[in-house]
């Protein structure tokens, strides 16, 4: 055992049906350090935190702490806590109508009489120490996010706390707010408690950690300190592309012609919205695909939908052929002409008891106004043409939609927008979570649509796709536009680079 260690898990293994989610999986945490846990969507960290907080039993493996070698069981978030492991989630689990006190000894206050004199007393020295801007009397709802998540930190530290996770902590507080809270997890540092950092902003991990573990589809992919792991290193290990391994893709199809003079499709200037995006300019021509990569949370998907208003759009221009225009919610951006393929097809694309002609059809009817509905004659006759054009497989228009393949309801989906003739296509994760050969019909789908001039833009978490699809790529890090690649540097090495901040 690493003298060291506050905590220690070892060969740790987890599944579920059909799903080998962790596979021996190690992870080492230090006394008063940092520790930065890495990885793109499905490689294996929440189901790593949950089976050392006790919501998950693991399959096999050991966890120690504080370097013994006898192992602790956690079978339960109570055990959990009782053994000094606190985690800290993006969603503050805290009582917004309760004092500032209340929540911090909620659920641990022993007796029957509860001295609120001494809890507050309690609670007012606690947040003095830490140097958190609250009062112990002050109702919490009063408070910021960013302090609502340091009196979460707080009641984590007074129930002796030695392991504390902090699980995508940052991702609703502003810059300031953020050094808030970087500055109490270095003064708990300094403490002597260790800390499990996860976040996607690369920035953030080079700012505030001490070592970095990047895991990879459930399994270890390393452990490294932070000096010894370049950002690119770092993008490189999580997305699975060595450097000295990368090959130059270029999309081969016939380009639409476009007319001298021909203004952009549609343009935005300083767009932002609600969901934190940094303001960002961009366009799009007739006949292009272009596409938004980064890593996962870094505001690909806010960006698509401020330009599709499926957010609140909170300031910057939008136009249409040189045109201003309004879009502040989807029907506006529908009328103009705008499609979108969301990237949660089950939350905000299927509706899963409707048959696969009603979905096919819900856009273009929403468009015409349900005062006039297509004729059970009309939508037949469509479902059954866009049917055969993508080829759905599915036993008949009636079929609820919820029963076809995943690959199946988003070819649904994409039939859905293309019966609306948009001029611009969104589609966000289009081939994520089905098979290779469905991946390869939407591609070429993709490349045949716009060299009859339709716009796309096109994103997708494998490299491999953007680079087969896209003529021209927008790089996103930390929700802001950091980068834009054409032509020779269209290429999975430059954009790698770009992503960790031009880190060769």
Aim: glycine content about 8%; hydrophobic content about 35%.
């Amino acid at each position: 055992m690493e003298d060291n260690a506050v905590l220690q898990m070892r060969n740790i293994h987890k599944s579920f049906p059909g799903v080998k989610a962790l596979s021996g999986v190690d992870f080492t945490l230090r006394k008063g350090e940092i520790h930065a846990l890495m990885g793109e969507n499905g490689a294996g960290k929440s189901t790593l935190i949950k089976v050392l907080t006790g919501v998950y039993t693991k399959d096999e493996g050991h966890i120690y702490l504080d370097g013994h070698e006898k192992e602790v069981q956690v079978r339960s978030p109570q055990e959990a806590q009782k053994l000094g492991i606190s985690p800290v989630y993006q969603e503050i689990t805290l009582c917004p109508n309760l004092s500032v006190a209340e929540n911090m000894y909620i659920g641990r206050t022993p007796g029957a009489v509860q001295n609120w004199r001494k809890m507050n007393k309690d609670a007012d020295k606690l947040l003095k120490s830490l140097d958190i801007p609250a009062k112990a009397t002050q109702q919490l709802s009063t408070c910021s996010l960013a302090v609502q998540q340091m009196i979460a930190i707080a009641r984590a530290v007074d129930t002796d706390c030695k392991v504390l996770i902090l699980d995508e902590p940052t991702s609703s507080l502003d810059e300031q707010e953020v050094e808030k809270l970087f500055k109490l997890m270095r003064d708990l540092r300094g403490r002597g408690v260790g800390i499990i950092f996860v976040t996607h902003f690369l920035d953030q991990v080079y700012e505030v950690c001490d070592r970095i573990t990047v895991m990879r589809d459930g399994c270890l992919v390393g452990e490294y300190e932070i000096k010894d792991l370049p950002r690119v290193q770092l993008v490189s290990k999580m997305l699975g592309k060595e450097l000295d391994d990368l090959s130059d893709i270029q999309g081969e199809y016939k380009s639409y012609e476009r007319k001298e003079g021909e203004l952009p499709v549609f343009e935005v200037e300083q767009l932002y919205s609600n969901a934190g995006i940094k303001p960002f300019d961009f366009h799009i021509d007739k006949g292009e695909v272009n596409g938004f990569t980064g890593l996962l949370g870094s505001g690909r998907s806010e960006c698509v939908r401020a330009i599709f208003g499926a957010d609140r759009v909170l300031g910057g221009k939008v136009k249409k052929n040189g045109k201003p225009i309004k879009i502040s919610k989807p029907i506006d951006a529908m009328r103009q002409g705008i499609g979108y393929l969301p990237e949660d097809r089950k939350r905000d694309g299927i509706v899963g008891d409707l048959s696969v002609r009603d979905n096919i059809i819900l856009a273009q009817q929403v468009l015409r106004g349900f005062l006039k509905p297509y004729s059970r004659a009309e939508a037949d006759k469509i479902a059954d043409e866009y049917i055969k054009l993508l080829n759905i497989k599915t036993a008949s228009a009636d079929t609820p939609i919820k029963s076809l393949s995943g690959g199946n309801q988003q070819k649904v989906i994409l039939a859905r927008w293309l019966l609306t003739h948009p001029e611009y296509l969104i589609l966000d994760e289009p081939t994520r979570g089905i098979d290779v050969g469905t991946k390869v019909d939407i591609q070429k789908l993709v490349l045949k649509l716009a060299s009859e001039g339709m716009s796309v833009t096109f994103i997708s978490s494998e490299m491999d796709e953007m680079l087969r699809t896209c003529s021209r790529l927008i790089v996103m890090r930390d929700r802001r536009v950091v980068g834009e690649l054409t032509g020779s540097d269209l290429n999975q090495t430059s954009i790698m680079s770009t992503i960790a901040g031009g880190d060769k």
